[in-house]
């Protein structure tokens, strides 16, 4: 079976930094599309697409709204992915999750939660003074 498992998630202050890690068991990561999402606080919030890198290759895809701060990377031979947070602020406390599918995604299909099959659990990060 796939597992996905987040972890690195933690309570930081303004300005900090944390860098969360992804282990994939089960199939290869260099044979799948990854991603990492979050969502903030509140039932009424979804999941934000943070971070993708495509089964096909090539440069990590990051939102604009993070890649000035966020950067994504993996070990293929670990089987491992990570999200390295800088300078981060309260509108960044959420709960991060990593997510993976075999398929090599269209661009239009990146965004889509339900285009992920494979979920981790979720690790929290909490930026607050």
């Known amino acids: 079976q796939v597992q996905v498992e987040e972890s690195g998630g933690a309570l930081v202050q303004p300005g900090g930094s944390l860098k969360l890690s992804c282990a994939l068991s089960g199939r290869p990561l260099s044979t799948s599309t990854t991603a990492w999402f979050r969502q903030p606080p509140g039932i009424e919030r979804e999941r934000q697409l943070l971070a993708v890198q495509r089964r096909r290759g090539g440069l990590p895809i990051v939102m604009n709204s993070v890649k000035c701060r966020f950067t994504a990377s993996k070990d293929n031979a670990k089987n491992t992915l990570y999200l390295q947070m800088i300078n981060l602020e309260p509108e960044d406390t959420a709960v991060y999750y990593c997510?993976?599918?075999?398929?090599?995604?269209?661009?239009?299909?990146?965004?889509?939660?339900?285009?992920?099959?494979?979920w981790g659990q979720g690790t929290q990060v909490t930026v607050s003074s």
């Open positions: 997510a993976a599918t075999a398929s090599d995604l269209i661009a239009s299909r990146l965004q889509d939660q339900r285009a992920y099959g494979w």
